[in-house]
């Protein structure tokens, strides 16, 4: 009797389908549970136990990660409209232009069809595509493989995901390519595309027409402001706050997150990445220059010398605060160094959820719309001042 494969349990596996995609006789498929999260399946009958699956898993055969990096960088892209259009400073779209402009690729997630997947992409007009955050999990199909092949073909690629897709991806191609530029994300967690698309559902039902596209964070105006937008078939649309929208809500308290995103190991300051970009969040500038932050700063964290080089040419396209260091990123970016934290009631959440309330029904007794507090005129004005003010003197201040 052959043994039996043992892939990680649905507590530390991440659905990154690296095993999926190694499987050379077509063993392993990829299939929902009841809350909708995916995970490996393995034919045995096909299963001829070479074991190309565990040695590519992250979770059984971990990679290399770098050292903590204690220098950080608060950036923008200086174009407003690519700003605009991206969660948070337009960090990511400028790396993927830079590099597509010289010939190469990026692959990223892009929305489609209620929910998200990884592309190909060599084209700048398509990069809007891959701007915004989606907070879904990310289907990557096969696109491991066309990395490889586009690297085996001497194609520089640019490959942007969670931290886990970015170890699956690392760990697939076994090789170091130095034409492979990895950037990951600060990652709060991901929710499945099941969860995202009974929400819309609920919205289509309501206003009677189809959802075509969602940005998960629109600016309006500013990325300290952000809202769930839904736009309809008829090009009008639906925005609700992102501290009153069902899913928001209930991804930001951790209630649909996947089980394994309790258990993360890649939350933390080492990182597997060449660059690691998020929302730099709790960034307050003290030099005039950087006023415009709350319109998107991005938290850029170089890793590797490969993101150092990437990083030295988008420079002159950015404007950049590299004074602060890694422990004032980490205050804004909980996730630089512990996973999620599962509610207490998560699975009491699930119980219910399953038994056919929905994400609207909940909404009372598990996450309810949060009162967003006012920043009084006296403190726009304090930050306003303390902008015009030399650095040495703010210090003294916020000592005191």
Not at 379 to 384: E, G, M, S, T, V
């Amino acid at each position: 009797m052959k043994e039996r494969i043992q892939l990680p349990t649905i507590e530390h596996c991440t659905g990154c389908q690296a095993c999926r995609v190694a499987c050379p006789k077509n063993a392993i498929t990829m299939q929902e549970n009841e809350k909708g999260n995916i995970y490996p399946v393995v034919n045995e009958q096909q299963c001829i136990n070479c074991n190309k699956c565990a040695n590519v898993c992250p979770e059984l055969s971990p990679l290399t990660f770098n050292a903590k990096q204690e220098k950080v960088y608060a950036m923008w892209v200086n174009n407003t409209k690519n700003r605009k259009c991206s969660t948070s400073g337009g960090a990511s779209y400028i790396m993927a232009k830079t590099i597509i402009e010289r010939g190469g690729y990026l692959c990223g997630a892009i929305y489609n069809d209620g929910g998200a997947e990884h592309r190909i992409c060599n084209n700048i007009d398509e990069l809007y595509r891959f701007q915004g955050s989606k907070y879904v999990h990310s289907n990557v199909k096969d696109v491991y493989k066309e990395v490889e092949m586009l690297l085996k073909n001497g194609k520089e690629v640019l490959f942007t995901g969670t931290p886990c897709q970015v170890a699956a991806l690392r760990s697939y191609l076994i090789k170091e390519y130095d034409t492979l530029y990895c950037i990951d994300i600060v990652c709060h967690g991901v929710p499945n595309k099941k969860v995202l698309g009974n929400r819309i559902k609920a919205i289509e039902k309501v206003y009677g027409k189809k959802v075509i596209d969602i940005r998960f964070r629109d600016k309006q105006p500013d990325q300290h402001n952000t809202f769930m937008k839904y736009t309809f078939e008829d090009a009008s649309s639906l925005s609700n706050s992102y501290s009153s929208d069902p899913y928001s809500r209930s991804f930001v308290l951790n209630y649909t997150l996947r089980d394994n995103c309790f258990n993360c190991k890649y939350s933390k300051a080492e990182r597997c990445s060449d660059i690691t970009i998020a929302d730099f969040w709790g960034y307050a500038p003290q030099k005039l220059k950087f006023h415009s932050y709350r319109k998107g700063t991005s938290l850029m964290i170089v890793n590797s010398e490969k993101g150092s080089r990437l990083l030295n040419e988008i420079k002159r396209f950015c404007t950049y605060d590299d004074s602060r260091d890694f422990d004032y990123a980490v205050k804004g970016n909980h996730n630089l160094k512990a996973p999620q934290i599962r509610p207490d009631d998560y699975n009491l959440f699930w119980e219910r959820y399953l038994n056919g309330e929905t994400l609207e029904e909940l909404q009372k007794d598990f996450y309810p719309p949060l009162k967003k507090k006012k920043r009084s005129q006296i403190a726009r004005i304090k930050q306003f001042i303390a902008l015009l003010l030399p650095d040495f003197i703010v210090k003294r201040l916020i000592k005191k």
